[in-house]
């Protein structure tokens, strides 16, 4: 389990460091500002609520 662990840490890793993300326009702030709205809380609180639960599971 710890090998398959530390392999999908290292393409996670590697996905984050290559990861090209488009500017920010008008309809990506019009989209947050919505899921800001629904859920209550920042996009960047959603985003590492997300993470975390992506990081306890046992794979």
Do not use: D
Request: glycine share 2%; charged share 20%; net charge positive.
């Amino acid at each position: 389990m710890a090998k398959t662990w530390k392999i999908q840490s290292e393409i996670q890793s590697n996905l984050l460091k290559n990861l090209s993300i488009s500017p920010e326009c008008s309809f990506y702030k019009k989209n947050v500002k919505e899921l800001e709205y629904i859920f209550g809380v920042s996009l960047e609180t959603q985003f590492k609520a997300v993470n975390n639960s992506h990081n306890t599971r046992l794979y």
